[in-house]
């Protein structure tokens, strides 16, 4: 070989080597930024979704059907529910977002006047008891916000008051006194107690009714005192079992629709990017591998 085409040979030598490393760099900068996309890639994929459920707590008042309608599609109105005094719905996933949860008498049109209506925001993984409360005559809508796990080693557990005939009502879990003197209409917050099989007393005007429970652990509960034709009614609902973040009681799905949907992944451009890069390093080396045959041919 020529001293020129050696010449020749080690600048293209040094060029290939310049590219390689820029290609490399290159592929180490989409790998970086393919790493941070994946993340914001599965956040944005995520179902962005909480769980609302309805309750008719108002003694004496007649049944109704609870309409919710997101401020995002206010003109499609949510299937309502129909709950009668003492009954508490399931929960059900609904996006997140605005809404106006509406009381209407049971059968009545979807046009007509609500008999109390309230607006409430929905958090992505929250949980929401949309409670009635009050006397049938001056009815209102309290929006409890739910949990959705307990502590480590303990249950947690909130009191409804929704008994007209009993004003104030005392309620205690084993030697834990869970509400005092509380009012009608009134709602505790948690209570952290003990786990296991325990006696809930409940005491007012003088009468005292006993009941057993048994909580487990990482289980929240609301219990709930209701009117009765012979007294006091007392119910206790599970909230959430404690063994995962979806809430317990049947989560339908007739409130969705309005999820947003998957963003693209970045697999596609990212595929693009490297067989694009791969085609301009075997064109690198083929043009590098003809110009050295062509000067390693001896000069006549």
Not at 16 to 35: E, H, K, N, P
Not at 169 to 191: E, I, K, M, N, W
Request: positive net charge; contains cysteine; aromatic residues 6%.
């Amino acid at each position: 070989m020529s001293r020129r085409a050696l010449i020749v040979w080690e600048e293209l030598t040094v060029r290939l080597r310049r590219i390689l490393a820029l290609f490399t760099m290159i592929a180490a900068l989409l790998g970086c930024v393919a790493s941070a996309a994946a993340p914001a890639a599965s956040a944005a994929t995520a179902p962005a979704t909480g769980w609302v459920r309805c309750a008719n707590l108002s003694p004496g008042s007649q049944s109704v059907d609870t309409y919710l309608l997101a401020f995002s599609n206010s003109g499609h109105p949510l299937p309502p529910r129909h709950v009668s005094y003492g009954d508490v719905s399931s929960y059900r996933v609904v996006s997140v977002g605005e809404y106006t949860v509406a009381l209407r008498p049971a059968g009545a049109s979807a046009s007509s006047p609500p008999v109390v209506s309230a607006n409430f925001m929905v958090s992505a993984g929250t949980g929401y008891t949309l409670v009635s409360l009050g006397p049938a005559t001056a009815r209102r809508i309290e929006v409890l916000r739910d949990q959705m796990a307990a502590p480590k080693g303990s249950a947690l557990v909130r009191v409804i008051q929704a008994s007209l005939k009993q004003d104030r009502v005392t309620v205690s879990y084993g030697t834990d006194v869970l509400a005092q003197q509380l009012a009608f209409g009134a709602v505790t917050s948690y209570t952290s107690v003990r786990p296991g099989t325990q006696t809930v007393t409940f005491s007012a005007s003088g009468q005292q009714t006993a009941m057993s429970v048994t909580l487990a652990a990482a289980s929240v509960h609301t219990i709930v005192v209701l009117d009765t034709a012979s007294g006091l009614k007392v119910d206790t609902l599970t909230d959430a079992a404690g063994s995962s973040d979806v809430p317990v009681g049947g989560a339908a799905t007739g409130f969705g629709g309005m999820a947003p949907r998957p963003v693209p992944g970045s697999a596609p451009w990212l595929a693009t990017l490297t067989a694009g890069l791969l085609l301009m390093t075997v064109g690198v080396l083929g043009l590098c591998r003809s110009r050295r045959q062509r000067y390693a041919q001896p000069i006549r």
